[in-house]
């Protein structure tokens, strides 16, 4: 579980016991319920990580629910849109091993996160992540109910392929941007696990992997 679950689930624990110990039944029940949620809400489960280094991992749990031809600084390619039912982890992780370099945070809206205006009207942090094989994007994008996106990464940082990143705060949305020449291998309506679903095979990765980061890639935890 991540600290927030803590932040989140240890004050209505906290007064559910003393509604409990004044027999305050109906009042203890909700707050301690309230209190299991966040704490299953802000679980953090170890994944694994794929070995083939073609791999583009999910950055996300949930439901695929976009696949879409989409231009990017101009260059061709296809953007990926995972739903995040509020049951889902919430963890984000890195799809594929390089460098941050960006962090861009942008103010917005916050409608629907299975509205399609979403990916450009609302709240959202935008990560771009320069890789062996080139640069690509992803978003962490509020919802109706998620009103924030929280990053645990910096503009300079190294990632490995599967490492966290960060997390969205209850139901949202998370977009990847892919070139062109990546083998989409899931469609919609499919579930995902985030670090350990592979949406995609990018051939280029791999020719272009030195020794190096390999080695860090399997020496590196889930």
Known sequence: MVKEGYYFGLPPLFFGGITLALHWWIT???????????????????????????????????????????????????????????????VNRTPLTGTITQVKYLPG????????????????????????????????????IARRVVSWKKTGEAVIRGERIGLVRFGSRVDIWLPKDAEISVKVGDSVHGGSSVLARWAVQSSNFTSDVALAEAGRSA
């Open 28 to 90: 203890a029940a909700v707050l301690i319920a309230i209190a299991a949620f966040c704490f299953s809400f802000f679980r953090d489960p170890d994944r694994a990580i794929p070995p083939d280094t073609e791999a583009v991992v999910s950055p996300a749990d949930g439901r695929v629910v976009v696949i879409t031809d989409e231009e990017n600084a101009g260059r061709p390619g296809t953007r990926i849109s995972i739903f995040l039912a509020i049951w889902n982890v919430h």
């Open 109 to 144: 809206k916050f409608l629907a996160a299975w509205n399609p205006k979403a990916s450009t009207q609302n709240e959202q942090n935008i990560f771009t992540l320069a890789t062996p094989g080139g640069e690509i994007e992803f978003k962490q994008i509020a919802g109706l």
